[in-house]
């Protein structure tokens, strides 16, 4: 029986669950956009005081992160996080791309309805501007397009497209909705990628023993980070 603790921060949603092999014990969650550094550890600890929890973080078997793409700071809050926890008591990392956590609960829903069994999802998650982080998997959550940073104009996946059904969403799709019109393109509603959909992926993980080095992992960032330049400058 695995215990692992699953963190997820690829977006401006902050969430922490406990699983038991592929199981959800208990989930939080908060979306105050960017405030991941003040609350990722606060939900935690609110985490295992739930009355279903039974344990201490110090029984955990491991610690599963979003790895990526997604928020180059919610990231690093996450990974960081994730490693020290696991620094600190000894356990092993898991990472799951971030956009599979996002595509895993639409899949399961629509994936089994036969009229969409030929088709594609594409999760996607806000980059800047018409820029998005996305992949597409079938219904089988095999990969079919790798992970990239796509910039979205009326012709984007346009052969997929004149092929098959393609269903988006995340919080990139709602911005593409109005640019990508063709017939074949669906935009479901979604719940953004959360800790308790770590579950499963993260079970599998851990019975194939898919560990990371905790020293030496890295988030997939995908694009290198850019700061900002205050508009208003400060005296």
Known sequence: MAYIL???????????????????VAARQENEGNSHANRLTVLTEELFKDSSVNIEMSDIDAVAVSSGPGSYTGLRIGVSTAKGICFALGKQLIAIPSLSILALPVVQSLGSLKNNQDAWYC??????????????????????????ADIIDSESYAEILNRRK????????????????????????DEGPLARNMAKPAAE??????????????????????????????L
């Open 166 to 189: 393609v269903f988006f969403f995340g919080n990139g799709a709602a911005k593409c909705k109005e640019t990508l019109t063709h017939p074949n393109a669906f935009f479901p509603e």
């Open 123 to 148: 999760p996607m998650i806000d980059a800047r501007r018409m820029e998005v982080y996305a992949a597409m998997y079938d219904s089988g959550m095999q990969q079919r397009k790798e992970t990239s």
């Open 6 to 24: 699953c963190i997820e921060t690829s977006t401006t949603v902050c969430s922490v669950a406990l699983t038991r092999n592929g199981e959800v």
């Open 205 to 234: 993980a851990w019975n194939n023993r898919q560990f990371e080095d905790v020293a030496y992992f890295e988030p997939f960032y995908l694009k290198d980070f850019i700061a900002t330049i205050p508009k208003k400058k400060i």
